[in-house]
């Protein structure tokens, strides 16, 4: 699993834009899986997919943490190996 110290937490009132490594994913299912996993989390906003990463933007605010985008990959049969800022 990743470890936190890799995300960079955005003050109070702002949104984290964070890019995901998602380690299993081969195909366009696999994406759409993804997409799927991460569409229904709260605090969520995704703006790209792809095989083996998505870029999300999330607001601690409204529960967007990396660890519950880490649990919704789990439970979308994938794993996370990393969590960075995106660029």
């Known amino acids: 699993a990743w470890e936190s110290r890799t995300h960079t937490r955005a003050p109070e009132g702002r949104m984290d834009r964070v890019t995901v490594t998602i ?10 899986a993804v997409r799927g996993a991460l569409e229904t989390l709260p605090g969520v906003r995704i703006d790209d997919v792809a095989v083996g990463s998505a870029t999300l933007t999330l607001d601690p605010a409204h529960g967007g943490t990396p660890a519950v985008v880490e649990e919704a990959v789990r439970d979308a049969g994938y794993d996370v190996t990393g969590v960075r800022a995106a660029a």
Do not use: I, L, P, R
Not at 23 to 32: F, L, P
């Open 23 to 32: 380690e299993g994913m081969s195909c366009q299912h696999c994406v759409k």
